[in-house]
């Protein structure tokens, strides 16, 4: 539809032209002594029109031939961009796949181009560590490391397989480096955690599990079973001493002291530690708030209770809860 329109005003133009020349009857005079030449007044506008049109054409002509050189860069340079995009594709397909040797050698072409090269060192990075080659692992990081705007995704990259090389404290250095840059989001606080735990560092694994609970980033059972395991380690270091394990206690949340694996791993500990008022008032705290099942049998090994005093509370917590068999064990 477009075309037409333009038709018609090209018509347009000529047929007003057409008209303009035929009641233009002047001329133009050239001097040139000792020369004149007269011309009529529309061949001199189109002698200028054809002269502009000729002067044009050269003018882009030789800009274009000036050009070539820099237009043929140019296409070389899209043509080897669109062959590293596309080689980058094939590299995060094989990567799912599982073929990971067919991920180095797509990410060979991918490298051509500095807007895919740190993306595809890196997938490249990960399929090396799937197949235990270290060196090749070693070699694409460093590649990695030429993109700046990768530096957040390196450091990521870096600190998971430190981890699972169990190269354990160069992953936390990492991890803590990107928490200092602020990228604090859930696979760096899994990757911080797991690090932690590796490392023993249960202190900073409570900590980290914590956040971690926060954004619903773990199931709930592994919340569970790594918060236990870690405080459990926690109350065996300062098994014996009461004073820091009363410290360790009120360090918890108060919903952490109000979980009962918690309150009878500290209760038991500090029944060993010669603590036991402190002990049972834990405990009591603890089946007040709810029943579990650790918790009677934990109360039964206190000493430092009348026997009549121990026997009414566990029928109180026998009434309130049933005839739960933790209950009856400990009631004897």
Same mark, same amino acid.
């Given at each position: 539809?477009?075309?037409?329109?333009?038709?018609?005003?090209?018509?347009?133009?000529?047929?007003?032209?057409?008209?303009?020349?035929?009641?233009?009857?002047?001329?133009?005079?050239?001097?040139?002594?000792?020369?004149?030449?007269?011309?009529?007044?529309?061949?001199?506008?189109?002698?200028?029109?054809?002269?502009?049109?000729?002067?044009?054409?050269?003018?882009? =002509?030789?800009?274009? $031939? +000036?050009?070539?050189? &820099?237009?043929?860069?140019?296409?070389?340079? /899209? *043509?080897? @961009? !669109? %062959?590293?995009?596309?080689?980058?594709?094939?590299?995060?397909?094989?990567?799912?796949?599982?073929?990971?040797?067919?991920?180095?050698?797509?990410?060979?072409?991918?490298?051509?181009?500095?807007?895919?090269?740190?993306?595809?060192?890196?997938?490249?990075?990960?399929?090396?560590?799937?197949?235990?080659?270290?060196?090749?692992?070693?070699?694409?990081?460093?590649?990695?490391?030429?993109?700046? =705007?990768?530096?957040? $995704? +390196?450091?990521?990259? &870096?600190?998971?397989?430190?981890?699972?090389? /169990? *190269?354990? @404290? !160069? %992953?936390?250095?990492?991890?803590?480096?990107?928490?200092?840059?602020?990228?604090?989001?859930?696979?760096?606080?899994?990757?911080?955690?797991?690090?932690?735990?590796?490392?023993?560092?249960?202190?900073?694994?409570?900590?980290?599990?914590?956040?971690?609970?926060?954004?619903?980033?773990?199931?709930?059972?592994?919340?569970?079973?790594?918060?236990?395991?870690?405080?459990?380690?926690?109350?065996?270091?300062?098994?014996?001493?009461?004073?820091?394990?009363?410290?360790?206690?009120?360090?918890?949340?108060?919903?952490?002291?109000?979980?009962?694996?918690?309150?009878?791993?500290?209760?038991?500990?500090?029944?060993?530690?010669?603590?036991?008022?402190?002990?049972?008032?834990?405990?009591?705290?603890?089946?007040?708030?709810?029943?579990?099942?650790?918790?009677?049998?934990?109360?039964?090994?206190?000493?430092?209770?009348?026997?009549?005093?121990?026997?009414?509370?566990?029928?109180?917590?026998?009434?309130?809860?049933?005839?739960?068999?933790?209950?009856?064990?400990?009631?004897?």
């Amino acid at each position: 539809m477009r075309w037409m329109v333009w038709l018609l005003v090209a018509f347009a133009v000529a047929v007003g032209l057409a008209l303009l020349m035929r009641f233009n009857h002047g001329n133009v005079a050239i001097l040139w002594p000792p020369y004149r030449v007269e011309i009529s007044v529309n061949l001199a506008l189109a002698l200028m029109v054809a002269a502009f049109a000729a002067l044009h054409l050269v003018l882009v =002509g030789t800009a274009r $031939a +000036l050009g070539l050189p &820099q237009r043929v860069r140019d296409y070389r340079l /899209r *043509r080897q @961009q !669109e %062959a590293a995009v596309g080689a980058l594709r094939d590299s995060v397909l094989a990567f799912f796949e599982g073929r990971h040797a067919r991920v180095e050698r797509h990410a060979l072409v991918a490298r051509g181009s500095s807007v895919t090269a740190a993306p595809a060192a890196l997938l490249a990075a990960r399929s090396a560590q799937r197949m235990q080659e270290q060196s090749r692992r070693d070699r694409w990081l460093q590649e990695a490391q030429s993109d700046a =705007g990768a530096g957040n $995704a +390196l450091l990521m990259t &870096q600190a998971e397989l430190a981890v699972e090389d /169990r *190269r354990t @404290q !160069e %992953a936390i250095e990492i991890v803590e480096r990107m928490h200092a840059r602020g990228a604090r989001h859930i696979v760096s606080l899994r990757t911080a955690l797991r690090a932690y735990e590796q490392a023993e560092r249960w202190e900073e694994v409570l900590h980290t599990l914590r956040l971690v609970e926060k954004r619903d980033a773990l199931h709930p059972a592994a919340v569970r079973r790594l918060r236990d395991r870690a405080y459990g380690e926690l109350v065996a270091r300062k098994a014996g001493d009461p004073t820091a394990l009363r410290e360790l206690w009120r360090a918890l949340r108060a919903d952490e002291r109000a979980l009962p694996e918690l309150a009878a791993q500290t209760a038991a500990a500090l029944a060993d530690a010669g603590a036991a008022d402190d002990a049972r008032k834990i405990v009591e705290q603890a089946l007040d708030a709810g029943f579990a099942e650790s918790l009677p049998a934990t109360y039964a090994r206190i000493g430092g209770l009348a026997l009549r005093d121990r026997l009414e509370r566990l029928e109180g917590w026998r009434g309130r809860y049933g005839d739960e068999p933790a209950l009856l064990l400990a009631l004897g």
